[in-house]
């Protein structure tokens, strides 16, 4: 009898064993360019937003931004998958009036300007597979240069005259996209 309860509880402990390895989960490793977003109104208790961005926060870590986001190519706006713009309300990006829904965000970079690109598709990773097809609006920006060098690349809202600013920063870039109601 001492033999079979030896061999019960051998074969329970390697039952156990087996079980803990194959529920074990594998979670990735902290990303790079770690997902962020950013809202307006910011605060948190505000359940009335306005816009809202989803976006990978990629950083400069010694290298250009030239050659992070090349000028006069699409860029994702951000790292990893492409940006991903919520409209809570319909809104203008220029004269152009963009439905609420959910977008992809885009920027073609340029010496003195930036072009804002609100595109259809969702789901895009990085700018590969951009189709300029499915452009929902676009505008023109000036480029704006300042004396302090942010990191991390970063997007905030402030309210602005019949709506709201989004501003996007990266070394000493500057940009301000307007949103109007």
Known sequence: ?????????????????????VNAQKFSKLDKSPMDAAAFPSDYKESNKLI?????????????????APSGKVWRTGANEAAELTLYTDMK???????????????????????????SDLNVWGSYFYNEANDVARLSVPLNVSEESIEAFSIAFDEADNGVNMHLGWGTARLTVPFTK
Do not use: H
């Open 52 to 68: 809202k961005i989803v976006y990978s926060r990629p950083q400069l870590k010694g290298r250009d931004l030239a050659t992070l």
């Open 93 to 119: 990006l220029g004269n152009k009036t963009v439905k609420a829904g959910t977008y992809t965000f885009y920027l073609i970079p340029g010496e003195e300007e930036c072009t804002a690109i609100i595109n």
């Open 1 to 21: 009898m001492k033999k079979s309860t030896l061999i019960t509880t051998l074969a329970f402990a390697f039952v156990m064993l087996l079980t803990t390895n």
